[in-house]
């Protein structure tokens, strides 16, 4: 499965990323992260499917079809928020998507910049995200499009998924969104929008973001190209 191409205007576009845990794990331990922390697969959003997920999970990632509905949807939903300020916890990270394409790098980042732990070695990323921490999400965007390095880490995987790399010019209509917890409460972080989304109190990542991810599936009943990934920590001896 491939994601999305930004609707908005950009001089760059990336190669779409497959929603394939052993791609997500290259380019995050490239990047330095702990080889203990790997992406999995979700098989499913019933108690018992996700039980089956190891713990701890720091992040679940949800690649989902961009229709009428959701568009209509999400257009709705930031326009009742720009009504309502929501609180917004001082610590969390929210990067804006300005390049093409680069909605699995987006979610990545959001997943690694929100995780309590100390994860990160010494390197490309570590350096990014110690940069990013005081800017806007627009001063975010502007240091992804000029970072060379990691473009080309994202080209990279890329071109090592299990389907065929589409061309540049082919229209994608997948995208990736994260969801984490800061502070007690569920995030929704997707570059897309204009800002993140405060899902209310959270004690359990997984169940909660389920949750959000099933209301989203029903908007949408006939459509089918819905998957999910999982941030998780797991001991040597089971990797």
Not at 122 to 136: D, F, H, I, Q, T
């Amino acid at each position: 499965m491939q994601e999305e191409q930004t609707h908005k205007p950009t001089e760059q576009k990336w190669l779409p990323l497959e929603a394939n845990p052993d791609v997500w794990n290259k380019i995050i331990h490239r990047l330095k992260v702990n080889s203990q922390w790997n992406f999995v697969d979700v098989y499913g959003f019933e108690p018992e499917l996700l039980a089956m997920i190891p713990r701890p999970v720091t992040a679940i990632i949800f690649l989902f079809p961009l229709t009428e509905n959701y568009e209509k949807f999400k257009e709705e939903e930031e326009a009742h928020l720009a009504r309502h300020e929501q609180n917004i916890s001082p610590d969390l990270i929210f990067f804006k998507q300005t390049i093409a394409n680069a909605c699995g790098m987006i979610a990545i980042l959001h997943a690694i910049a929100n995780n309590d732990n100390e994860i990160v070695g010494p390197g490309l990323l570590s350096n990014l995200l110690e940069k990013a921490a005081p800017m806007s999400p627009d001063e975010r965007a502007e240091l992804l499009e000029n970072c060379t390095e990691l473009s080309s880490v994202h080209q990279e995987a890329a071109n090592q998924g299990q389907t065929q790399t589409p061309d540049l010019g082919d229209e994608v209509n997948l995208h990736f969104s994260c969801f984490v917890k800061v502070d007690d409460h569920l995030y929704e972080l997707d570059g897309r929008k204009p800002f993140p989304i405060n899902h209310g109190k959270c004690t359990d990542l997984v169940a909660s973001a389920a949750k959000i991810i099933q209301q989203h599936m029903a908007r949408d009943p006939d459509e089918t190209e819905f998957s999910a990934i999982a941030l998780t920590k797991q001991p040597q001896s089971q990797q």
